[in-house]
């Protein structure tokens, strides 16, 4: 089972930090596997956030966020992490974090064989 959290309501400018934590058997499992993040807002399909390799060594971002969110794993407590700072309100989403079925950086939704249940970013302006 994946669990976000870290979501809410933040102004124009600000930051907030998502974790996305594996529990249960599926913990012990995802330490080979490449994480991501998307998001989804209102109307519009599920977009690519970020993704980070197995160990952690590569990441991949999506231009809209690049230089202002990071990813980040701890395989130790199987979790991942998405540390956005200078939000914007078009940032303002529902983010799901996901398991790849390989091991890289994927983007593409195909990629993702588990997703967790999402958790809201408001940004207001």
């Known amino acids: 089972q994946l669990v976000e959290s870290g979501g809410g309501v933040v102004q124009a400018g600000g930051s907030l930090r998502l974790s996305c934590a594996a529990s249960g058997r599926f913990g012990r499992t995802i330490s080979n596997n490449g994480l991501g993040w998307f998001r989804q807002a209102p109307g519009a399909e599920r977009e690519f956030v970020a993704s980070i390799s197995w160990r952690g060594q590569m990441t991949n971002y999506a231009d809209s966020v690049k230089g202002r969110f990071t990813i980040t794993r701890d395989n130790v407590k199987n979790t991942v992490y998405l540390q956005m700072n200078n939000l914007k309100p078009e940032d303002t989403a529902v983010y799901y974090c996901?398991?790849?079925?390989?091991?890289?950086?994927?983007?593409?939704?195909?990629?993702?064989?588990?997703w967790g249940q999402g958790t809201q970013v408001t940004v207001s302006s």
């Open positions: 996901a398991v790849a079925r390989g091991s890289g950086t994927a983007s593409r939704l195909d990629s993702y064989a588990s």
